[in-house]
Structure formats: C-alpha cells, structure tokens
C-alpha cells in the first residue's frame, strides 16, 4: 500500500473528520441501495449491478432470489435461462456465467455458504475487490476497506481526498484517512451524495454544504460550471 506522508494525511484526516459529520446528517438513512436478505442474494444482486443501475437491479433480482435460493440451484442454473432473466442488467452473457461460476465455487469449496473473508470472496469467479467489499460490509458488518464505484472516485478526487484513477489506490487513499468503523457508511455516504449533488455532468455545488471544503467545487463555481 502506497503510505501518504504524514502531512497529507493529517490533512486529509482533518477533512475526513469535518465533512463525515456533514454527509450523515444530509443523508441519514444512507445504506446499501441493492435489495437483498442475505449474503447470497447481495453478491448475486453485486455482481449483477456491474455497469448497471441498482434500480435495474432491483428489479430484476426479486424473480431472480425466488427461483435461485441456493448456490446449488444456482450453480445448476440453464446459462440460456439465465441470461435471458438478467438480460436488461448489460454484459448479461458475462453475469450469468460469473453468477453460475461464483455459485459452483461456493458450492465446492464453502458447503453452500457465502464465504467471510476478503479472499476467499476475491477467489470466487466474478468477484472483484469492489464486489467483497459490499457483501463484507453490508451482509456480514465485516469493514476490510471502502468500496469504491463511480460516485466514490469521483467526490472523494472533487473533495481532495485522493489523486489516484484506478479504484484500488483510490481505496488505499481512504481507508488511511477514513476511521475504519466508518468505511462501510463513507462509500453510502459518497454514494448519495453523488447521486444527489455532486453530480458527474453538472454538480450542485451552490446547494452544497460541503463546498467550503471542496477545492474541485469552489473552481466549478468560479467558471460558472455548477449548478
């Protein structure tokens, strides 16, 4: 893991401890947006949610967890049938064969449960880092690390908090600045309030009470770029 001097991460820390406070009460019922009732259906929904909205995702998964409740009966899952039930999630050749794969590996090498560790998830067909962070967190109250998707790279680079592109530094920037009771609830937090404010195309940052403290913001309202 790349370590930030120790002045970057008092700064950033700092930040961390200003900002946190300021996300839980805009969002403070911030959570995972997938639905599910245990780890299966949340790395089944996980992976599905690839490239994908969650709200998409919602929708489809309901027929999905009725007629899969096991790894078993998914691992023995048509690949046909199931692409076409996964079809209007995107790349559904590839989810379905991840699901169906994900689901055998558990079946051979976990007696049909959703594994605990950040290995043994990453060892399973079609689970990335990103994947074992949400089921880790959500489904198990585990924190191995802040799961980082789109909206998480983008407000935490707006905010100051990273540098880096690639989503596995960006998680090594966080999670040594992040309180690790607080990983899990951060990437919710970050989550929401890309979706609601700091929005790709165009943010919101005349209505954000995190402006003051996000450098990316205060150009965006100088150039007249936001909202």
């Known amino acids: 893991m790349k370590l930030l001097t120790s002045k970057k991460f008092e700064e950033r820390r700092q930040k961390v401890s200003i900002i946190l406070p300021l996300l839980k009460e805009m969002y403070p019922a911030a959570k ?11 790395l089944m929904a996980t992976i599905l949610s690839a490239q994908c909205t969650d709200e998409r995702v919602n929708k489809v998964t309901p027929e999905l ?19 076409k039930e996964i079809q209007s ?22 007696q049909g449960q959703v594994p605990q560790t950040m290995k043994e998830l990453t060892h399973l067909p079609g689970v990335g880092r990103k994947t074992a962070n ?16 789109t909206h998480v790279a983008r407000v935490s680079a707006r905010l100051g908090l990273t540098k880096e592109t690639d989503p596995v530094k960006i998680e090594e920037d966080l999670v040594q600045v992040v309180p ?19 929005q790709a195309r165009r943010p919101k940052c ?4 995190l402006l003051p403290h996000c450098p990316a913001g205060q150009k965006y309202m100088k150039k007249g770029e936001a909202r």
């Open 89 to 110: 999630t995107g790349f559904f050749r590839n989810k379905a064969k991840s699901l169906r794969g994900m689901a055998a590996a558990i079946v051979e090498q976990h």
């Open 180 to 198: 690790p009771q607080e990983w899990t609830l951060f990437s919710h937090l970050l989550i929401f309030h890309g979706r609601e404010i700091c």
């Open 134 to 149: 949400v089921v880790l967190g959500n489904a198990f109250n585990i924190a191995e690390g802040v799961v980082v998707d």
């Open 65 to 83: 967890f009725k007629k899969y409740r096991t790894a078993q009966a998914l691992a023995a899952a048509n690949q046909d049938e199931l692409e």
């Open 32 to 42: 995972c947006s997938l639905d599910y009732r245990n780890p299966l259906q949340l």
């Open 206 to 209: 005349s209505m954000c009470p």
